[in-house]
């Protein structure tokens, strides 16, 4: 290998090396994807408030559930206590839903935090819903309330990172209890007017109890390690009954349940992922270097040659060791022809004066040599036998006719 060779080799793996380091040392970009997941340590995870509730409720009293509610409730029909489902959009099908609200009827309670949830949930507890959006909130922050005298309603907490948050337009005061609300100041005809958004419910529902959230962003990690925000989600989960079980949803949920990929660990791994890199980098230059270094050499496939000339020379040859001068003499005229019909574009059906003058002159022949020359062809063709004398000749003079042709020689 040449000297600039390997100048240019290790400057790659200089390279190569540096972008390694720089991509190992840049801080790692959070995940802002909404999972809701109970196992998900990112910001809009669960994975706090699963490890809370446990605390809270003791560990044996919480279930999870990891199918759809319709086969759990179809195979456990009397099981008493607290179902909650939390992720920003839940679509229970008609059969599924009729089970939960028959199932809360019973005396149970069914939670759910949701901001996008059933119509026929709301059309039977005749609620409605609406969105606010920031288009009056520059700095993109909420604040929430409870309304609870006991769970100190003067307190104020701050969500920031919701471009728009539900809340309920309509409800049936006389049924429904506004737990907590979304506590914003808009401007309404140029004055400022404190208005209060029902972002939680709680509402009878049979013997049993139903509490609506809007908000499912109150049970994040990145919500609850935002002190004191942990005190309003712990307002809010103070409603469920505490000496009943606590069955807790993990199939209506935006983030996997489980990891599906066989390299999830290594690619979530700092150490691991850059490992892995590294070590496809270092095939990767193996098989560019070694494989072109040991790479079998390719042979030479010579062309095949033009054995045309050959095989004609060869077949006039054995007619003229056999002594068949008539057959020569047949296809060198007929060859000939051809070659007036091809270079001089003239007819050779009547070989007449007209043809010998046009033949003449395109050939730069003389009338008297292509005369003679045509003379002999007329013989030779009349003749049952062609002597070897006469077969010479007639190669001769065709051989004579061609060297004067001027067209040819204006080619060359």
């Known amino acids: 290998?040449?000297?600039?060779?390997?100048?240019?080799?290790?400057?790659?793996?200089?390279?190569?090396?540096?972008?390694?380091?720089?991509?190992?040392?840049?801080?790692?970009?959070?995940?802002?994807?909404?999972?809701?997941?109970?196992?998900?340590?990112?910001?809009?995870?669960?994975?706090?408030?699963?490890?809370?509730?446990?605390r809270i409720f003791e560990e044996e009293n919480i279930e999870d559930i990891n199918i759809p509610p319709f086969q759990f409730l179809k195979?456990?029909?009397?099981?008493?206590?607290?179902?909650?489902?939390?992720?920003?959009?839940?679509?229970?099908?008609?059969?599924?839903?009729?089970?939960?609200?028959?199932?809360?009827?019973?005396?149970?309670?069914?939670?759910?935090?949701?901001?996008?949830?059933?119509?026929?949930?709301h059309d039977t507890l005749n609620i409605e819903t609406s969105i606010i959006s920031n288009f009056k909130n520059i700095e993109n922050i909420y604040q929430l309330q409870l309304k609870n005298k006991q769970l100190k309603p003067e307190k104020l907490y701050t969500f920031d990172k919701a471009q728009q948050v539900t809340y309920y337009k309509k409800y049936d005061s006389k049924k429904a209890k506004v737990i907590s609300v979304i506590d914003n100041a808009i401007q309404e005809d140029n004055k400022t007017a404190k208005l209060k958004y029902p972002n939680t419910l709680k509402q009878k529902f049979g013997k049993g109890t139903i509490i609506l959230s809007t908000f499912p962003q109150a049970f994040t990690n990145y919500f609850l390690l935002t002190d004191p925000n942990q005190n309003y989600t712990a307002g809010l989960i103070s409603y469920m009954d505490a000496s009943q079980s606590i069955y807790v949803d993990n199939y209506y949920k935006s983030g996997k349940s489980f990891y599906t990929s066989p390299l999830h660990i290594l690619l979530n791994t700092k150490e691991l992922k850059w490992a892995y890199y590294t070590m496809l980098i270092a095939v990767f230059l193996y098989v560019i270097f070694e494989g072109k270094r040991?790479?079998?050499?390719?042979?030479?496939?010579?062309?095949?040659?033009?054995?045309?000339?050959?095989?004609?020379?060869?077949?006039?040859?054995?007619?003229?060791?056999?002594?068949?001068?008539?057959?020569?003499?047949?296809?060198?005229?007929?060859?000939?022809?051809?070659?007036?019909?091809?270079?001089?574009?003239?007819?050779?059906?009547?070989?007449?004066?007209?043809?010998?003058?046009?033949?003449?002159?395109?050939?730069?022949?003389?009338?008297?040599?292509?005369?003679?020359?045509?003379?002999?062809?007329?013989?030779?063709?009349a003749k049952k036998e062609v002597t070897n004398t006469e077969l010479k000749k007639l190669n001769k003079l065709i051989a004579d006719f061609k060297s004067k042709n001027k067209w040819k020689k204006a080619k060359t």
């Open 1 to 54: 290998m040449s000297k600039k060779g390997k100048i240019y080799i290790t400057l790659t793996v200089l390279a190569i090396l540096s972008i390694v380091v720089l991509e190992y040392t840049k801080p790692q970009a959070i995940n802002w994807f909404k999972s809701y997941a109970s196992h998900h340590k990112i910001p809009f995870g669960t994975f706090i408030f699963h490890e809370q509730l446990e």
């Open 75 to 121: 195979e456990n029909k009397d099981f008493k206590g607290t179902y909650i489902f939390i992720n920003n959009n839940l679509t229970f099908d008609t059969d599924e839903l009729d089970l939960l609200l028959n199932w809360t009827a019973k005396g149970n309670t069914l939670f759910i935090a949701s901001d996008n949830l059933n119509s026929k949930l």
């Open 294 to 381: 040991k790479q079998r050499a390719i042979p030479i496939v010579k062309p095949l040659q033009n054995q045309t000339v050959n095989f004609t020379r060869t077949i006039a040859n054995m007619y003229y060791e056999k002594g068949k001068h008539k057959d020569i003499s047949y296809h060198q005229i007929n060859h000939f022809l051809e070659y007036i019909r091809t270079q001089f574009h003239i007819h050779t059906t009547n070989l007449d004066t007209t043809f010998i003058e046009h033949v003449a002159a395109r050939s730069n022949n003389t009338i008297e040599d292509t005369k003679a020359l045509f003379q002999v062809i007329k013989e030779i063709s």
